[in-house]
């Protein structure tokens, strides 16, 4: 990694130590910007907040007061029902404030989840690729997910009561120190010790935070991604594992309440003396308060006032305590955050939509942006556009070498997905055990207009190739040109306009089709329909009444379009027709269809690919034998290359490869000529 | 119905009732011990609030009658030692209370999960399930599931002991009343209670506007105009990292954006999710602290007016007021509580109902005879099934007979029924018309697990689980280690696994990280070969693969095959491929098309059918490499 170090004391981009005021600052900031107004709220809540319980203990005193000095009706209303009044008043705007902003403060989180996804698709594709960036992903959004375990929240909400708290900390100070600063340093004290006796406690807690963790986490993997997963029901019921499930689930539980049980056990020091330490100070308070009313320096009115306030002292401490453990955490789950934001961008959202968006998060971004200098490609001589190239592109690979190295081998998402799509294709076909080199020194042009097949068994680098040659990849070393250029002298946003690519995993948003298709929030009605008539997708819609601005899947509208697998595949065609770039660029789609429907989507691809570069890869060899030249990859190298005749002329690996397919055919082939 | 959600609607005070009744029961029934510890807690809490009042009125009270500052500082010393110690044990329950609920509500979120292992496949895949647990999750949405449950009970009980507390604590108090202010005071005290009762309106009236965005279903037009994806694609649920491929190569970045952060940019948006539910917290919040406010400050208005009009001791003071407030605020919690809790209750009948659901399937009660010369055979006659909700006939009118040893191949377009049929044959569902026969009974009359135990399975769309890999194997935390590595070696995984051994825990490994941080890596060829190895190890007299390498390269393929006899060896055997090529070892092939067994034969007699499915399958494919 190159950038990403906008506070020097991390020594990995991944962490970020931002300090607590340092993250205070952040959001500050974020919300001055977002939306000024919540400050001001907060500012009221932190002033009637530490105003209406002090308020609170005057009532009782002035009521005492009052009845003790036997005021007349209109003083009595005068004064305890306009402080009643007050009381009620302030009661009320802290509780319309402190409710109201609630909404206000989950549309700001909204807005830092769905910056930070957004974010996602800025970073070079092959740093999303990471472990260590999925992972800071994965502890950015969790940090922000959870509605008031947030990190906004967290600061927001633990900010303003530590400083609620404070302030009437300070005002109950005061009210005491008229009467005694002794007894004020005292209690000052008392709470201290406090302080400290239940930040050991959270700290003793903090030992079982870890193993409390793991638990959590296979609980849930149990229920939620075993027992409750639709598409391991039919191996639940059928393998009769629900036994199996049930026992280890069990067993978790058991180590959880063994874990409370010991946690309990532990604190338990702490709770005690702290509430002992409370009972004394108490007693203490009362017996010296009396003292002082026997000896006439406090009334009645005087006794409950001050009584109030020393009782008050270990509430305040307390909310202190735990706001600070919120701020702590929040912090904490905002340098996460802000170690995803801060990722070196592969373009910046002003590139990507060519204009200014006011207001928007990517404001934050921005500020740090001088310490991100873009991708890892070299942007220095970014002053070519693609226009300038002349169509079909000849793509040439120059010395071409490209690792895995940096990618953590003990991949839990690779495995996630591969559990979940169980038929085992993953993204990372070729890096099957994180063996990291895949090319060195390759090379190889694909002229202009050429259509190139790739073969070889899993692993050997066909899916590396197609991301390199799409820009989703940046060889380590060597270069990549295009019609003779390098390919960096471009803006990466131009470089993937020249492709469309098919690849393994199928993504259809639940968008408008026409959005769906396009890709764009704007697209050309009458170029769009071509391309599914193309795709043979224009009849099939036009039978269902489905219209460009119908509903992909039903997420929104319940009468919202499905498709079957092979359907799919068409959409997915109309999609790279409707791009109709230079470049077509097919990572084996058709492997769960049908061999009919896969000859006809091979067909299609074939027709529409003229005058355009093409590269198809497949595991059915047959589908790819009527490309100009063939390729056979091995161990990141071209073992064997010529056209479909040539290599089995040639009789080796291919012809090994396409004999192993072939053999029941050719043999049935052979007995049919016999039998004529 | 679409319109607004039921749980915006008012429902009658009695099932209400019956709702909270449910939502306790099912309390007990996870913690018998939950409730009654939930219950002696609120009375310590009530119970040392009331002790400190009735001692600040019984000091100021004797200080006032000018006792012996000694005397009187004992007895303030002793009582709040005694209080200490109530406080103390209140928050030791307290502690061990909290403790409970997490476990309860643990245990609580699973019960669902759990219970989807108990019901019909059917019922599992069908829209009904589906939009039970929309609406679950809909209704959990806002709130904290079980944990607002918990809150409201302990708030509810609060409010019921301070009620009680207040009228017991007055009491005493109220012999003073009666002096000359009698109409006067009960005036204000009348005025304080329909102030308060006014508030509860306002509250209610506002409550309800902040719960519509909550509870409100959008329609579809809403939907269109509303609905946004942040939360799915951000939490990548619906939106994988290598959707960002796509995402780069076609420019969808702005559209992606417009779908997840700038539909919030609409005033329609704005007025719907924040300014107008907005108001709503605010006015909940502000009657809410008028009540509360008004109640203490109400309190101590009215109790000073009294003791100057009727001589209420200046301890009394205190006390009367305290009681006074304790009074007016225990009403209004039980009216907020009651409410709160009929929702938090409301919001669990949708659990509730799905863990009531039970399984509809015909179960039948006839054990399954274990041969052991495996001498079975399948008959499938006249079946049709759709699957539910749906319209078209998934499998139509469907006979075919299979004996014993004989090896079937299935082939057939994409949704020709072909999975179907092993999802009839393993009872995942059960055909709407026709049976299935083993040895000429009806399969429905078998007890199920029992039934299931004559098939050994591998789906298309297999699963493993980041469990150990034994387990995996065996499907069972018992296992039989020789079984277990038998097998695996027998499906072509023994080269790894000897590497596992070496320098790894071999068969205890666990596949993958999402269990245990040590989890080893598998490719998704090892993946396969331990999907079939689970099928060989359950070594059941039927062995059904459905097109178990669709992913896999043309050598490991072949690999696969290799084994196949080895794993189906004797045994009945259905195989489902879309490689035609990899039916050879069928005598039998059966072709589907449009949910109807269109042709049955050897390879060379469905050829022959010239304008046959099987011919043009097989020449979509074949054409290829018969040029040769």
């Not at chain 1, 705007?93 to 989840?113: A, D, H, P, Q, W």
């Not at chain 2, 700038?262 to 009657?287: C, H, I, L, Q, S």
Request: hydrophobic share 40%; proline share 2%.
């Amino acid at each position: 990694m190159k950038a990403g170090k906008a506070q020097g004391t991390a020594a990995s981009p991944y962490e970020k130590h931002y300090s607590i005021l340092q993250n205070t600052a952040y959001y500050f900031r974020f919300y001055q910007k977002s939306m000024p107004v919540f400050l001001w709220l907060v500012l009221v809540e932190i002033l009637v907040g530490a105003a209406a319980p002090f308020i609170g203990i005057y009532l009782p005193k002035l009521a005492l007061d009052l009845v003790t000095e036997g005021a007349d009706v209109k003083r009595l209303l005068c004064r305890l029902g306009g402080l009643g009044l007050l009381y009620v008043l302030a009661r009320m705007v802290l509780g319309s404030v402190s409710e109201g902003k609630y909404c206000l403060y989950n549309t700001r989180r909204n807005e830092l989840i769905s910056a930070l996804f957004l974010k996602s698709l800025r970073v070079p594709y092959r740093d999303t690729e990471k472990q260590e960036v999925k992972e800071l992903y994965q502890k950015s959004f969790e940090a922000m997910a959870m509605g008031d375990g947030s990190s906004l929240y967290g600061m927001t909400y633990g900010t303003l009561s530590i400083l609620q708290n404070i302030i009437s900390f300070m005002l109950y100070s005061t009210v005491l120190s008229v009467l005694s600063p002794v007894m004020v340093v005292l209690l000052l004290s008392l709470s201290l010790v406090q302080y400290a006796l239940n930040f050991s406690k959270i700290k003793c807690l903090e030992r079982f935070r870890a193993s409390g963790a793991e638990l959590g986490r296979r609980r849930r993997y149990l229920s939620n991604r075993v027992m409750g997963s639709v598409k391991a029901a039919k191996e639940i019921r059928l393998f009769g594992m629900k036994e199996w499930l049930g026992k280890l689930l069990d067993g978790v539980f058991a180590e959880m309440k063994k874990q409370e049980k010991t946690k309990r056990r532990s604190e338990n020091v702490y709770v005690q003396v702290s509430g002992a330490l409370t009972v004394l100070r108490d007693a203490g308070a009362y017996a010296w308060l009396i003292y002082q009313v026997f000896q006439g320096t406090i009334g009645a009115g005087d006794f409950v006032l001050y009584f109030g306030a020393v009782t008050g002292f270990s509430s305040f401490v307390e909310s202190i305590i735990q706001s600070v453990g919120m701020v702590r955490q929040g912090s904490n789950g905002l340098n996460f955050y802000r170690a995803y934001m801060e990722l070196p961008e592969e373009f910046s959202e002003e590139e990507i939509l060519e204009k200014e968006v006011p207001g928007s998060m990517s404001g934050i971004e921005r500020t740090e942006e001088g310490s991100v200098p873009g991708s890892a490609s070299g942007e220095e001589g970014r002053c070519r556009h693609v226009e300038e190239l002349c169509h079909p592109i000849e793509i040439t690979f120059q010395d071409v070498s490209f690792s895995y190295a940096d990618l953590n081998p003990h991949d839990g998402y690779f495995a996630a997905h591969s559990a979940e799509s169980g038929s085992g294709v993953r993204d990372d076909a070729d890096n099957p055990a994180g063996s990291g080199q895949i090319f060195r020194h390759f090379n190889l042009t694909i002229r202009g207009g050429e259509k190139v097949a790739l073969v070889g068994v899993n692993g050997a680098g066909k899916t590396t190739f197609v991301k390199l040659l799409c820009g989703i990849y940046e060889p380590q070393e060597g270069q990549i040109l295009l019609n003779g250029i390098d390919r960096r002298e471009f803006p990466r946003g131009e470089v993937y306009r020249l492709f469309s690519a098919v690849f393994q995993e199928k993504f259809l948003p639940p968008f408008k089709v026409g959005e769906s298709v396009s890709m764009q929030k704007e697209w050309e009605q009458d170029r769009l329909w071509k391309a599914l008539e193309n795709a043979g997708l224009k009849n099939l819609f036009q039978e269902r009444d489905i219209t460009l601005d119908s509903y992909y899947g039903k997420y929104i509208d319940e009468q919202g379009v499905e498709l079957s697998g092979g359907q799919e595949q068409r959409f997915l065609l109309a999609r790279a027709l409707y791009k109709d770039a230079p470049v077509l660029v097919l990572d084996e789609p058709t492997a769960a269809l049908d061999p009919i429907a896969e000859s006809e989507i091979y067909d299609s691809y074939l027709k529409f690919s003229e005058n355009k570069t093409a590269v198809f890869i497949s595991h059915r060899l047959a589908s790819t034998r009527f490309s100009d030249r063939i390729l056979l990859l091995d161990g990141g190298e071209i073992v064997e290359e010529g056209t479909h005749q040539e290599l089995m002329d040639r009789g080796q690996r291919y012809a090994e490869m396409f004999q192993v397919q072939s053999s029941y055919y050719a043999k049935a082939a052979k007995e049919k000529e016999a039998f004529s | 119905m679409n319109q607004e959600s039921e749980l915006l609607e008012r429902l009658p005070f009695r099932q209400r009732l019956s709702h909270i009744r449910a939502t306790l029961g099912i309390l007990k029934d996870m913690d018998k011990s939950y409730l009654p510890c939930q219950v002696i807690f609120c009375l310590m809490q009530t119970g040392a609030e009331y002790g400190a009042l009735l001692l600040s009125g019984y000091v100021i009270n004797e200080l006032a009658a000018g006792a012996d500052y000694r005397g009187l500082m004992r007895a303030a010393v002793t009582a709040c030692i005694l209080l200490g110690i109530l406080k103390a044990g209140a928050s030791a329950l307290k502690a061990s209370i909290i403790v409970k609920r997490d476990l309860i509500s643990r245990r609580y979120d699973t019960l669902q999960q759990e219970k989807l292992t108990e019901l019909d496949f059917s019922m599992i895949d069908s829209p009904r399930l589906k939009e039970m647990q929309e609406k679950i999750q809909r209704n959990n949405n806002w709130g904290a599931g079980m944990y607002t449950v918990f809150w409201s009970v302990e708030h509810f009980l609060t409010g019921v002991f301070r009620l009680i507390g207040a009228v017991a604590a007055g009491i005493p108090v109220l012999r003073y009343l009666g002096g000359g202010n009698a109409l006067p005071s009960a005036c204000i005290m009348a005025g304080l209670l329909v102030f308060l009762f006014l508030s509860i309106r306002v509250w209610f009236h506002y409550q309800k506007i902040a719960q519509y965005m909550m509870f409100h279903n959008l329609t579809t037009e809403e939907k269109k105009r509303l609905y946004d994806y942040m939360w799915w694609y951000a939490s990548l649920e619906a939106f994988r990292y290598q959707n960002g491929k796509d995402v780069r190569i076609y420019q969808g970045y702005d559209i992606i954006k417009y779908w997840v952060q700038d539909r919030e940019k609409t005033r329609e948006w704005r007025d719907y999710f924040v300014n107008r539910p907005t108001v709503g917290y605010a006015g909940t919040g502000a009657a809410q602290g008028a009540m509360s406010g008004l109640g203490v400050a109400g309190a101590y208005l009215l109790v000073a007016w009294l003791a100057l009009a009727g001589g209420i001791p200046v301890g009394s003071v205190i006390l009367f007021a305290g009681c006074l407030a304790n009074l007016l605020e225990g009403i209004t919690i039980l009216v907020f509580e009651f409410q709160e809790l009929g929702l938090a209750s409301r919001k669990q009948m949708a659990i509730l109902e799905l863990l009531s659901l039970s399984e509809e399937m015909y179960q039948g009660s006839l054990p399954m005879e274990k041969r052991s010369d495996g001498q079975y055979t399948i008959e499938f006659s006249h079946v049709s099934f759709r699957y539910p909700g749906s319209e078209s006939w998934a499998l139509r009118d469907f006979s075919l007979k299979l004996n014993v040893g004989e090896k079937l191949a299935i082939v057939g377009r994409n949704g020709s029924g072909k999975t179907t049929m092993i999802k009839l044959l393993c009872r995942l569902y059960d055909p709407q018309e026709g049976v299935i026969l083993v040895n000429g009974v009806d399969i429905r009359k078998f007890r199920k697990e029992e039934y299931v135990k004559l098939f050994a399975v591998v789906f298309q769309d297999f699963e493993l689980f980041s469990l150990m890999l034994a387990e995996n194997v065996a499907a069972s935390t018992e296992y039989s280690e020789d079984r277990v590595e038998r097998c695996l070696q027998d499906v072509g995984f023994g080269e790894r696994l000897a590497g596992l051994k070496k320098d790894g825990e071999g068969i205890r490994s666990y596949l993958y990280q999402d269990y245990v941080d040590s989890g080893i890596e598998i490719s998704g060829g090892e993946a396969q070969k331990i999907a079939i190895a689970r099928a060989v190890y359950r070594e059941a007299p039927f062995v059904l693969l459905d097109e178990p390498t669709a992913a896999l390269d043309p050598l490991a393929e072949a690999e696969i095959y290799s084994n196949f006899d080895k794993i189906a060896g004797e045994k009945t055997a259905v195989y489902i491929s879309h490689r035609l090529s990899s039916c050879r070892f069928c005598k039998k092939i059966a072709v589907f098309d449009g949910g109807r067994l269109v042709q049955l034969g050897g390879h060379e007699e469905l050829l022959a059918e010239e304008e046959g499915t099987y011919a043009k399958l097989w020449n979509a494919q074949a054409r290829y490499y018969q040029m040769q």
